[in-house]
């Protein structure tokens, strides 16, 4: 079903200034947050191919920045020294004067007022959709397996003896059924799917490596943030990439790197120590933890209340909640494009949108994270929760904050839809916000990994404004219309 965005009872400035919303959280280590109002990370696809921040790069954050949030997270931001295409990256001390730039950008836009985090992540190697022919005479490693499977399908017991080539074109003319026969499932997937490493690919050296390298990984990228003058990073341990893979329930390595509660905790425990000891005693170390995966066998709200408590006992300085956004239950992609984690199920529970069931977008996620909080609290632990998913109105994030569901309220979209929302709900004019239809385009371009803007501006014509900068497509502009405060 289709759901309304529901009509919005705006407050005055003055019930704004006496709201939970607009009233301070401390974060320790000296970083208070002036409001309770946080903008999530988002990727706009707007870094150069090394990683490298551009003058969009600093419009787009400078825009968020106008709207003074209590706190701002830098899109996830890649902590390797390797090529990612147009994401940030913070792999070597030369992105520091670039990052540099970006956290004066928000300083001075916000008038100081905006605390700013960078996400940072790890991620592992996946490729595109192949063409059937590139993957049979290719990609796929054949072994004895499949000549028996095959000499079995076909009842042509010749093909245990066959050439390499025979076997690969042969394979190339079966049906799904017969391939089926033969492909292992994790080959099926890498055929209709496009290969994807995951962390219980122990029998790749790199992979079996991972708890060597990360802490040191994540350690000097934190230690590159905090002279690039951020407040503080958020450890991205959510969604679809390498952190969340060792938290989830389908981790079954054996290293004790996985399978129980405490195995899957332990690398992202020791990437937070290593973080920790890295960084100065008034830098904020967070983490962005999936309140749920959403998917088959996946985590639930009950193993994120336990990362939440255990990772609270280290001393983690806040818990950002998300909910799914994995591969597993991603669509098919497109021969030669890649899967992308926000595209199924778990992607819908991520990023909810008004096509959804009886409880609809609005705050869906919140429930579970008064659950995580409320764990959090029983064990005693203050460390704030940020929770997030389908905030759209002042109502809502007031709420959400009155119900226990969190101590700041995140809005994405709402905040890309108009970065100046939340100014304009503290001085009273709530009735001039642009508000998010949560219909996804933005989702839509940063799936095809095209500059991500908003359908309700990115067409606007704002007389006397000048040249805007626009999209590589030349039609849609790159940053919200101006607004002016009072
Ligand atoms: C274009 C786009 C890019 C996103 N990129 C990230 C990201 O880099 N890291 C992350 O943790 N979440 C990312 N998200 C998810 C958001 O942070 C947020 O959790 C999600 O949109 C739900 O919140 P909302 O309903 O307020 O939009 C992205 C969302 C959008 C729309
Ligand atoms: S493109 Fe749609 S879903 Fe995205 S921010 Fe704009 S209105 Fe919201």
């Not at 001390?93 to 928000?106: E, K, M, N, P, Q």
């Not at 239950?329 to 899967?339: I, M, R, S, W």
């Amino acid at each position: 079903m289709i759901h309304a965005i529901p009509p919005e009872d705006w407050p005055g400035a003055d019930e704004a200034g006496r709201s939970r919303l607009f009233s301070p959280v401390d974060l320790g280590r000296g970083c208070t947050l002036a409001t309770r109002t946080w903008v999530p990370a988002m990727v706009p696809w707007r870094a150069t191919d090394d990683g490298d921040v551009t003058p969009a790069v600093l419009r787009w954050y400078g825009r968020f920045a106008d709207g003074r949030p209590g706190a701002l997270v830098v899109e996830a931001t890649g902590i390797r020294d390797v090529p990612s295409g147009p994401l940030l990256r913070i792999g070597h001390d030369r992105y520091i004067d670039g990052l540099r730039a970006l956290v004066d950008t928000v300083r001075e836009r916000s008038h100081g007022e905006t605390r700013v985090f960078l996400q940072i992540l790890d991620f592992l190697a996946m490729r595109r959709r192949p063409e059937p022919g590139a993957y049979f005479g290719r990609f796929l490693r054949l072994d004895a397996g499949h000549r028996t499977r095959l000499a079995a399908l076909t009842g042509d017991a010749g093909w245990e003896q066959a050439t390499g080539d025979d076997v690969r074109a042969h394979l190339a003319t079966l049906d799904d059924a017969g391939l089926d026969a033969v492909l292992t499932v994790r080959e099926r997937e890498d055929l209709r799917r496009g290969y994807r490493e995951r962390v219980t690919d122990t029998y790749l050296p790199h992979v079996r490596d991972l708890p060597k390298v990360l802490p040191g990984l994540f350690a000097a990228a934190a230690v590159r943030a905090e002279a690039a003058g951020f407040d503080g990073v958020e450890l991205h341990y959510a969604h679809a990439y390498t952190m969340a893979s060792f938290l989830s329930a389908l981790n079954d390595r054996d290293d004790g790197y996985g399978r129980t509660l405490d195995g899957r905790v332990r690398l992202p425990r020791e990437v937070f120590a290593a973080v920790r000891g890295a960084v100065s005693d008034r830098f904020v170390v967070g983490c962005r933890i999936l309140a749920d995966e959403a998917i088959a066998g996946g985590s639930t709200v009950a193993d994120a209340s336990h990362f939440a408590r255990v990772l609270s006992r280290d001393g983690m300085d806040f818990v950002s909640l998300s909910k799914g956004g994995k591969f597993e239950d991603a669509k098919q992609p497109k021969v030669g494009e890649a899967a992308y984690p926000y595209t199924g199920p778990s992607g819908h529970e991520c990023m909810p949108t008004v096509r959804s069931d009886v409880r609809g977008p609005f705050a869906r996620n919140l429930g579970l994270a008064r659950e995580v909080r409320a764990a959090l609290r029983a064990d005693g632990l203050s460390t704030p929760v940020v929770g997030a998913g389908g905030i759209v109105g002042y109502r809502m994030a007031e709420e959400a904050l009155a119900a226990g569901a969190c101590d700041v309220v995140g809005a994405a979209r709402q905040s890309l839809a108009d970065p100046d929302w939340w100014l304009k709900v503290r001085e009273g004019r709530g009735v001039e916000v642009r508000r998010c239809k949560l219909t996804n385009y933005c989702e839509a371009l940063d799936q095809h990994h095209k500059e991500v803007t908003c359908q309700l501006w990115d067409r606007a014509v704002v007389p006397g404004e000048g040249d805007v900068p626009r999209a590589k497509d030349g039609r849609r502009r790159l940053e919200a219309p101006p607004w002016h405060p009072r």
